[in-house]
């Protein structure tokens, strides 16, 4: 364990799990001042490219993309997309998504470029991996395969060290493990068909496919091979006995080579690492597995043979075991701090903490019943029952950690802003605090809190369900977003239900049988501020605002008289020479002070680009939403603040 240390500290090896970016062109946050042709990011792993996705799109939610995404030429972790040409001056939102060709992982993301203007003002996210927690498919199907792959490898060798050949009762072990190696294999394929959003059609063609297809061929071998062995005598048996340690050895090393370890650097030395990590596992767990069948049915003196042969082999995997754990935990955690902060370094000492135990179970049988052998067999078979439990529990960590990604540091991007916005119910019998970041158009994350109204306790909900509105945008439809129940008693998920920048409507559905609630909830995505000309003038003449919504496009309003109470909004949009703007159609939504968004009934006042509505205007500051489209067939919006009589 210390020479392992050593070498993870002086080696500072960086992890790069999952396809996450490492650069991006335009850069993260930047602004150019031509619009580039393209958008492009450069991953820590190779993106499988029908399986992922870049997607740009403008202040307005309009998308910019002129074509689909594809590989950079030359540069296979390097995805990038055409854009439209003449972009005008604005910030650009990059959403993307991935599914790797190492470990099969999705990641999502999204971050902010400005052209011709400042893109600081608009928080970006990091990157974001799936869902927050691993689906229980993938963990349940992951944990499965490795049952299956280590009791294997557990049973050959206890059968051939101890006995040359696994006796019957180990045969069928074998068999049966052999069937969990399948199964699970399966279901590591359909979680991860799943995260990718895709049927099994497409999963055959993808990277996916291809990965199942080479975990299925030492999964074949092992069952045909493993059920030939029940009636094989001989040579035939022990031939058939190598053929199934084989492909379950080939399957641990199949599984090495689609996970974490196969995406960091230096891969060779993770990857060899990794391997005799779970070899020695299946020495060592697997043994204690076939140890207890041979302890329930075989004679005292197969038994104790079995045993002690068992604890020296067990000792030498434990040693495997615990420096293999120790420096791959040091390359994928890197600090200390990301031990005890992160979803990963907590699984890490949980798992830690459960060898440690199994460790001491072992001690317990080889120092203190094995030389007693056979007064004490009842005794040693209650600690391996023990030692095969808590084993189940490590081997479920480690199946929780292989869909977890690793706390990687993905540079120095500013830590994302967010929105919090809280409500109730009208009957007042829940409390929901509504956390969104970053609180942008784009993706984002959805963090909910549901409490009693009087109590402030927790409410655990059967369910937690977000539906999206945007008031001003009727036809857009309403978007739903199921939450997941995480450890800490919030709901959370992530998506791109807020697709435009703006208010938005939120409905949290509060499912708990007869006590479910609905709570509605409003908030505005963070968005630059516009640039806003005022002239003021003297007499009864209302003040004038000038909003620059792109180079060529400005629209001008006002409120007549400018006053509290009843008024006249009026728009007007023009190009940069002052002349009108054909329009086709305009929406404008007005929000008072804590008020609901309404949208106001407009008439034309000419047929070009002048709009009129009348408007009840309270004091202090209303927010106005202008959305309209041109004649030939452009999406503009902004949005200004007006007090009235100022």
């Avoid at 092992?222 to 050895?249: C, E, F, K, P």
């Avoid at 090495?256 to 060592?284: D, I, K, R």
């Avoid at 945008?473 to 450890?487: A, D, N």
Wanted: charged content about 10%; proline content about 6%.
């Amino acid at each position: 364990m210390a020479v392992a240390l050593a070498a993870a500290v002086a080696g500072a090896v960086s992890a790069s799990a999952h396809a996450l970016p490492q650069s991006t062109t335009p850069a993260e946050g930047s602004t150019v001042q031509q619009a580039p042709p393209s958008v492009s990011i450069v991953f820590g792993q190779t993106p499988d490219v029908g399986l992922s996705s870049l997607t740009v799109v403008n202040g307005s939610g309009t998308n910019v993309d002129a074509g689909p995404t594809k590989a950079a030429p030359g540069s296979p972790l390097e995805l990038q997309v055409p854009l439209k040409s003449h972009l005008t001056k604005g910030v650009y939102t990059v959403t993307w998504k991935t599914v790797s060709t190492v470990d099969g992982h999705l990641a999502t993301g999204s971050f902010a470029f400005g052209v011709g203007v400042s893109a600081s003002s608009v928080p970006h996210t990091a990157a974001v991996v799936g869902a927050s927690p691993p689906s229980p498919l993938a963990v349940v199907a992951r944990l499965v395969l490795f049952v299956g792959l280590i009791v294997v490898v557990g049973a050959v060798i206890l059968g051939a060290y101890a006995f040359g050949l696994p006796p019957p009762l180990l045969r069928k072990v074998i068999v049966a493990a052999a069937i969990f190696v399948v199964l699970g294999t399966v279901g590591v394929a359909a979680a991860q068909g799943l995260s990718a959003g895709i049927g099994p059609a497409a999963l055959f063609g993808s990277s996916l496919g291809r990965t199942l297809l080479t975990r299925a061929v030492p999964a074949i071998v092992l069952l045909i091979a493993s059920l030939l062995l029940l009636r094989a005598q001989g040579r035939g048996a022990a031939l058939l006995t190598v053929v199934a340690g084989g492909a379950a050895l080939a399957g641990m090393a199949i599984d090495v080579l689609n996970s974490h370890a196969a995406a960091e650097g230096p891969a060779a030395l993770n990857t060899f690492a990794q391997v005799l990590h779970v070899v020695a596992v299946g020495v060592w767990i697997g043994g204690l597995v076939a140890l207890l069948v041979v302890l329930r049915r075989s004679s005292d003196e197969r038994q104790s043979h079995a045993t002690r042969r068992l604890s020296t082999l067990a000792g030498y995997g434990i040693v495997v075991v615990a420096s293999t754990g120790v420096f791959r935990a040091f390359i994928e955690i890197q600090t200390w701090q990301n031990l005890v902060t992160t979803a990963f370094g907590v699984l890490v000492l949980l798992k830690l903490g459960l060898l440690i135990v199994l460790a001491g179970l072992g001690a317990l049988n080889r120092y203190g019943n094995i030389p007693r052998l056979p007064r004490t067999l009842r005794r040693l078979r209650r600690v391996v029952t023990t030692e095969a439990l808590v084993a189940l529990g490590a081997l479920t960590v480690a199946a929780a950690l292989v869909n977890v990604a690793p706390p990687v540091d993905y540079g120095a991007a500013a830590a994302p802003a967010n929105i919090v916005v809280s409500g109730s119910d009208y009957a007042q019998t829940d409390k929901v605090s509504l956390t969104v970041t970053p609180g942008v158009s784009g993706f984002n994350t959805f963090d909910v809190r549901v409490t009693d109204y009087n109590s402030g306790s927790s409410v655990n909900a059967s369910r937690v369900v977000l539906q999206f509105t945007q008031p001003f945008r009727p036809e857009l439809g309403t978007s739903t977003l199921t939450l997941s129940h995480q450890s800490d008693g919030a709901y959370s998920a992530h998506g791109t239900n807020l697709s435009l920048a703006g208010i938005w409507e939120i409905a949290a559905i509060i499912e708990n049988g007869l006590n479910s609630t609905e709570i509605h909830l409003q908030l505005t995505t963070i968005t630059p501020p516009p640039v806003v000309q005022v002239q003021r003038f003297a007499g009864p003449l209302p003040t004038l605002y000038t909003i620059t919504v792109t180079p060529q496009i400005q629209a001008q309003v006002y409120l007549d008289p400018n006053k509290p109470g009843a008024d006249q909004w009026h728009c007007t949009w023009l190009d940069p020479n002052g002349n009108e703007i054909p329009m086709a159609d305009m929406t404008f939504g007005m929000t008072t002070p804590g008020g609901t968004p309404t949208i106001l009934v407009k008439r034309r006042l000419d047929e070009i680009g002048h709009f009129v509505s009348d408007a009840t205007v309270p004091k202090g500051t209303t927010r106005f939403d202008l959305i309209g489209t041109t004649v030939s067939g452009q999406t503009v919006s902004t949005y200004i603040n007006i007090t009235p009589g100022s």
